[in-house]
């Protein structure tokens, strides 16, 4: 058990919908990752806040859009959703972002199915 | 840009024999940090090991090794006396410098799926 935990488990939605995915970094972690996993793509990162602001960002589509909360917890906002965004989605933390060898402890993942 | 390659999509090894998972990497920088993940069939990703770039000395832990060739730009994974639990994909990962828009991303390779056979 890597202490970073995600809700939910698994979401199976229909296309146009919306989705909240939810991220609980370990104790004491400031920054939050946000990763996708697909066939296609393997594994993209998205997003990165630290202690509440956003801090870096990758591929993320506009449709997509997440938050960091001041208790530390993050959600990732999916809207008008595609089929392709049928994915694994992943929460990792750290303590401080720009430390090169600081280790990402991942959560166990939301699997998303859009039908 | 960075690039993480990871050229081998399966590999077979037998319990109790060794396996080196390969992994090659591009970066201008001189400062950066490696990693391997494991992730089993049931999703997780879990960590199992990591080199900074400065590091004079290969990186173990327990039966994980990193096989660190730096002017080769290479950090391969070296798993010794394989287990049946070992089955799973094995992702190659490195950080680069922590600013601006790379800031903490990790970027991945392909990953490669170990099968051990008893």
């Known amino acids: 058990d890597s202490g970073v935990t995600q809700t939910p488990k698994h979401l199976i939605t229909a296309t146009g919908q919306r989705v909240t995915l939810r991220c609980s970094p370990r104790s004491g972690d400031l920054s939050v990752y946000w990763y996708q996993q697909s066939l296609d793509q393997g594994l993209q990162f998205l997003i990165q806040?630290?202690?509440?602001?956003?801090?870096a960002k990758g591929n993320i589509l506009e449709r997509f859009s997440a938050q960091q909360f001041p208790d530390l917890h993050s959600e990732l906002n999916l809207s008008s959703l595609e089929l392709g965004d049928s994915a694994l989605y992943f929460c990792a933390s750290s303590v401080d972002p720009t430390i090169s060898q600081e280790t990402q402890y991942f959560g166990p993942g939301t699997r998303l199915l859009v039908l | 840009a960075q690039k993480i390659t990871q050229t081998q999509p399966g590999m077979f090894v037998q319990e109790k024999e060794a396996v080196t998972l390969d992994c090659t990497y591009d970066t201008s920088d001189p400062s950066y940090g490696l990693f391997w993940y494991k992730q089993p069939s049931s999703g997780e990703m879990i960590f199992l090991i990591y080199?900074?770039?400065?590091?004079?000395q290969n990186a173990t832990e327990g039966r994980y090794s990193l096989n660190f060739q730096k002017a080769r730009k290479s950090a391969n994974l070296v798993i010794s006396a394989s287990q049946l639990g070992d089955s799973a994909m094995y992702f190659c990962a490195m950080r680069p410098p922590g600013r601006g828009s790379t800031l903490g991303r990790l970027y991945f390779g392909r990953g490669t799926q170990l099968t051990v056979w008893p």
């Open positions: 806040y630290y202690n509440g602001e956003e801090r």
């Open positions: 080199q900074g770039s400065y590091d004079q």
